[in-house]
């Protein structure tokens, strides 16, 4: 029977039901514990705020399944040999196609204006359609895609931009340093979900913010460190950049006094896009270690030298 260590007492309170019940339906018979000598534990289910920082003793871990999308905060870890896997969720997906199509619409309508009216002015002026609003996602893996697809459902043209080369109907994909420029220019709504890796910092930085239209409006549910935060201040003041909406920051929470919060054309959330569903992420979760039990290949495995 597998032993697998949850390595987030903070998290149990939501797991302790649905994990259980997704290795039983998995036809998984499992020791699922919070504490065990290391060199018995065959899979850690790992969240980057666990106490759990040093992997060494964990000499017959099969894999350390990370319960975050996101794995900057593990992937560093000299003493993380293991393989290790990432999350993805389908409830987070849907999450984050919810966030990022919610605020797209929020701006695209132009409902802010509708919204505060103290001075009940009336001021028809009615907006665009979606079909005349392009819009260009920076990243088209799990989560991008997802965004992309939905967007495109609603009509907007959708642009996105990957490392590697990608096709998928109705999105027009384009890849490499060019690609940046050419997805940017001329973009109305930009949406940032890349991963946290030293390829992705500051991709949106003085000379990008530069290339969509005037008054384009950011998006970032991705990573706070994807955005340099000087040169975004720089576009919101300018006007070249109408409005940005951030859930994630370079240090979280965001500090009281970064000018984010009380920017007229910022909006904050506190990274709130996108959870890990406990039921969804615990089947994940289980589909894993049933694959390895039998020795098929793991899903989601993080690529160490890419970073993601
Ligand atoms: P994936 O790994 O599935 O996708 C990452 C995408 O980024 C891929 O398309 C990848 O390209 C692309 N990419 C990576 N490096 C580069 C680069 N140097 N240049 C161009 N493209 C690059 O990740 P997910 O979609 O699942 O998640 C994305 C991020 O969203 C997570 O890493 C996390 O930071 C964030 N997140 C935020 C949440 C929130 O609540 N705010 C919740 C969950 C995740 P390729 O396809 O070629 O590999
Ligand atoms: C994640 C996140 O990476 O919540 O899962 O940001």
């Known amino acids: 029977?597998?032993?697998?260590?949850?390595?987030?007492p903070a998290l149990w309170p939501d797991?302790?039901?649905?994990?259980?019940?997704?290795?039983?339906?998995?036809?998984?018979?499992?020791?699922?514990?919070?504490?065990?000598?290391?060199?018995?534990?065959?899979y850690i289910v790992y969240a980057p705020s666990a106490p759990l920082q040093d992997f060494t003793p964990y000499t017959r871990t099969k894999a350390v399944l990370s319960l975050w999308a996101g794995v900057e905060?593990?992937?560093?870890?000299?003493?993380?040999?293991?393989?290790?896997?990432?999350?993805?969720?389908?409830?987070?997906?849907?999450?984050?196609?919810?966030?990022?199509?919610?605020?797209?619409?929020?701006?695209?309508?132009g409902m802010d204006r509708h919204i505060f009216n103290p001075d009940h002015l009336w001021q028809p002026k009615p907006p665009p359609l979606a079909r005349e609003r392009p819009v260009t996602i920076l990243g088209l893996g799990e989560l991008g895609t997802a965004c992309a697809r939905a967007l495109a459902a609603l009509n907007f043209p959708v642009t996105g931009w990957s490392r590697s080369p990608k096709s998928i109907p109705g999105i027009r994909c384009l890849s490499g340093s060019d690609g940046l420029r050419t997805a940017l220019s001329g973009a109305q709504i930009i949406v940032t979900l890349l991963p946290r890796t030293p390829g992705t910092e500051n991709t949106l930085n003085a000379e990008t913010l530069a290339l969509p239209a005037r008054?384009?409006?950011?998006?970032?549910?991705?990573?706070?460190?994807?955005?340099?935060?000087?040169?975004?201040?720089?576009?919101?003041?300018?006007?070249?950049?109408?409005?940005?909406?951030?859930?994630?920051?370079?240090?979280?929470?965001l500090p009281k006094d970064h000018p984010f919060w009380v920017h007229p054309r910022v909006t904050v959330t506190p990274h709130i896009a996108a959870d890990t569903r406990a039921a969804s992420a615990s089947r994940v979760i289980s589909e894993n270690i049933r694959r390895a039990e039998v020795g098929e290949p793991l899903l989601h495995r993080v690529d160490r030298a890419l970073g993601y």
């Open 1 to 8: 029977m597998p032993k697998i260590l949850f390595a987030d």
């Open 15 to 42: 797991y302790s039901t649905a994990l259980p019940q997704a290795l039983a339906e998995a036809g998984i018979p499992a020791d699922l514990v919070l504490e065990a000598a290391p060199e018995t534990v065959d």
């Open 73 to 109: 905060r593990i992937v560093g870890n000299a003493t993380l040999t293991q393989p290790l896997c990432r999350m993805v969720d389908p409830a987070l997906t849907e999450g984050m196609v919810e966030w990022v199509t919610g605020h797209a619409l929020r701006h695209h309508l």
């Open 215 to 253: 008054g384009a409006i950011v998006l970032n549910p991705g990573r706070g460190a994807l955005i340099d935060d000087d040169a975004l201040l720089a576009a919101l003041d300018s006007g070249q950049i109408g409005h940005a909406t951030l859930d994630v920051f370079r240090v979280e929470p």
